[in-house]
């Protein structure tokens, strides 16, 4: 590229765009070499209405708040005296995808005595005035139930003195076992001596000494009837049999005596 023209003077070089991109806006440095491109998000404005269905003349006063696809776009804002509607200037209409922002409003805050609706288009709020209905006719209270009288108090029962404890009996001292003292030797007892040896009496059929009757193992030394006759010869005195035989049956009655004495 030259740089003077025929008179030497220098040239000067710069450079524009022709055909800008839509949506876009182009910007030229000082020295004119170079061009910058800013997207353009576009503006837009909104209007927001408020409706009015019945009520006092006199309007409450309420807040409306703008949303850009859904999310809350800037502070709410306030209407009042019945005023109708607010406008939103300079929003961005589109996204830096190119996608075009959805407004809408909503009311925050607003009066018990009305019910708000929404319109489909989300840009129009209308407020219905709730008609008063006639209050209902309270119920008769219930005539409360008389309190019962409460019941005297059983007087307490003195409590029982206690038994003071019996003190114990202190244990006897155990009392030391006696020695046994060593048996004795029993006494060897001897047979008694009759007085009378033998005697018989007339007329039996067998002589038994007095020692024979008081011991039967005696009758061993029974005498024959030839030595009774010659011992006690056959009389016939009866008072001599009578003492015999006492003599006998009481020297019989010792010998048993004495027998069961041993016993």
Known sequence: M?????????YEYTIDEVAVPESYTKTISEDGLTITNHYDQGETEI????????????????????????EPYGPSVSLADGQENYTWTNLPERDLEGQAYQYTIDET???????????????TVTNTFNKLTDPVDPVDPVDPV??????????????????????????????????????????????????VQKMYLRNAPTMLTVNEQANPTAAADKPTEKQAQTTLPQTGDQDAQAIAFAVGAGLLLIALARKLSRN
């Not at 805050?109 to 840009?123: A, C, F, H, M």
């Not at 019941?151 to 009996?169: F, G, I, K, R, S």
């Open 2 to 10: 030259p740089l003077n023209d025929r008179t030497g003077a220098a």
């Open 47 to 70: 209007t927001g209405t408020k409706v009015w269905d019945g009520g006092p003349a006199e309007k409450p006063t309420i807040e409306l708040q703008l949303y850009q696809n859904g």
């Open 109 to 123: 805050k607003g009066s018990d005595l009305y019910t708000k609706e929404v319109s489909e288009d989300g840009l």
């Open 146 to 195: 008389d309190p019962v009288d409460p019941v005297d108090p059983v007087d307490p029962v003195d409590p029982v003195d206690p038994v003071d404890p019996v003190d114990p009996v202190d244990p006897a001292d155990p009392v030391n076992p006696v020695d046994p003292t060593n048996p004795t030797d029993p006494t060897t007892t001897t047979d008694p001596v009759p007085v």
